[in-house]
């Protein structure tokens, strides 16, 4: 590392946009009587330098050198000469990791100074640090763009993946990159195979060539594996049990954009992790509300609200769209039309973060038991597109898709 920074080093206009990162502490022996030379050359001649130029340099400023010395030193810039450079923009940030790692164990030799009761060390804790601090403001991202043409390129609807289901693609056309969306639902209603049936059924975002990462907690992803399996074949689970290989080469065609993981006990930094591995187009999570979150809050919606606040800072910073499942509360059991009032804990957390909240409702069951495939899909929020209602569509539940 040493000898590849120091080539880079030869180049004038990256050592001038480098040097108040460099500590002398950085470099050792020859290579900082070389990284020397290099510093007074550039201050003087303000040009580039070649291997041969430091070398002559070298020679100058040593003329009693010995002959092991000079084998030495001749043996260190051909080391140098042979290095391959590095991107100006990677070998800054390298840079900046060491001088930042250097600059941090001096301030805890400093601290431990004080610590023991060595009172000048306050004075050079206090240089220090006024010195140090702009290596370590955070970088900010670019400034919003003021092109015309971009900002209307980021809200149309030709950047978004397209929900699968004709009646509501009319109202909600669908969800892109950076955009964070809540499915709440009570339990049975259908969660799950909504999920399933706008990533893994026809159209859906898989058939338009979108990875999707799926991560379940709630049931195991086996399940919904199946689930998907049926979704994109349109064949029941008596069907693929009766003809797997059939549903395996028909799922064949958009296996590559599907990527499962059981995710029980896992916190909103793991799940960033597995996302920036798999570099999925689309997320979903289900349940958003049992992913854990460091940090001590007084209140459990205090809890979920800084958890959504997360779920929304990662889709921004992976660049994903995301979706998150979460329950309704008692209030909305039995009822077609859901509002966001009835999103389980932390209603006004929740509805704050989201970009998209899709609340499906569902008339009681029958007594006799009799299954209705009646679903109602209720956009409590929506900064996509502005409709706020209700569309009736149909759940297929032995083929988890939704239909119109």
């Known amino acids: 590392m040493d000898t590849q920074l120091l080539k880079q080093l030869l180049d004038v206009s990256f050592y001038e946009a ?30 580039d330098l070649t291997t041969k130029e430091l070398f002559a340099l070298w020679q100058d400023a ?45 301030i805890a030799k400093l601290g431990s100074d004080l610590a023991q009761g060595r009172e000048d060390a306050f004075p050079k804790l206090e240089k220090l640090l006024d010195k140090s601090k702009e290596g370590f403001v ?22 978004r993946f397209k929900f699968n ?32 049936s706008i990533c893994f059924g026809p159209g ?24 998907a399996y049926q979704a994109w ?23 590559d954009k599907v990527t499962m993981m059981n995710c029980q006990g896992w916190d909103i930094t793991e799940v960033e992790d597995y996302i920036k591995k798999v570099k999925p187009d689309v997320v979903v999570i289900d349940q958003g509300d049992k992913i854990s979150i460091s940090g001590n809050y007084d209140a459990p919606h205090l809890k979920l609200r800084e958890l959504y606040t997360e779920f929304r800072e990662v889709a921004k910073r992976q660049d994903v769209a995301l979706f998150v499942m979460s ?24 509805f704050a973060e989201a970009d998209l909240i899709i609340g499906i409702g569902k008339y009681a069951d029958a007594a006799d038991g009799t299954y209705d495939p009646m679903r109602f899909l209720n956009v409590c929020k929506n900064k ?16 988890s898709r939704y239909e119109d």
């Open 384 to 399: 996509l597109s502005g409709w706020h209602g209700t569309e009736p569509c149909k759940l297929e539940a032995k083929i």
């Open 18 to 47: 480098n040097k108040s990162k460099i500590h002398r502490d950085l470099f050792d022996g020859d290579i900082l009587d070389l990284y020397e030379i290099v510093a007074e050359a550039h201050d003087k001649y303000g040009a």
């Open 62 to 106: 040593n003329p009693v050198a010995t002959k092991p010395n000079v084998e030495l030193i001749k043996d260190t810039i051909g080391k140098i000469d042979g290095e391959e450079l590095l991107n100006p923009e990677l070998a800054s940030d390298l840079l900046t990791g060491l001088w930042q790692r250097e600059t941090g164990r001096k």
């Open 204 to 227: 859906g975002f898989a058939d338009q060539g979108r990875k999707v990462l799926y991560l379940g907690n709630e049931e195991a992803t086996a399940r919904t594996m199946l689930r």
């Open 327 to 350: 329950q309704a509360s008692a209030e909305g059991e039995g009822k077609s039309i859901l509002t966001a009032s009835m999103l389980e804990n932390s209603k006004t957390g929740k």
């Open 233 to 255: 074949t349109g064949m029941t689970l008596d069907e693929v049990r009766a003809s797997p290989d059939l549903a395996r080469e028909r799922f064949e065609l958009i296996e």
């Open 138 to 159: 955070p970088a900010f991202e670019p400034e919003t763009t003021k092109d015309i043409h971009e900002l209307l390129k980021s809200t149309s609807d030709e950047n």
């Open 165 to 196: 289901i004709p009646c509501f693609s009319k109202r909600v056309y669908g969800i892109g990159r950076q955009e964070f969306g809540i499915i709440f639902a009570r339990p049975e209603t259908g969660k799950t195979a909504f999920a399933v």
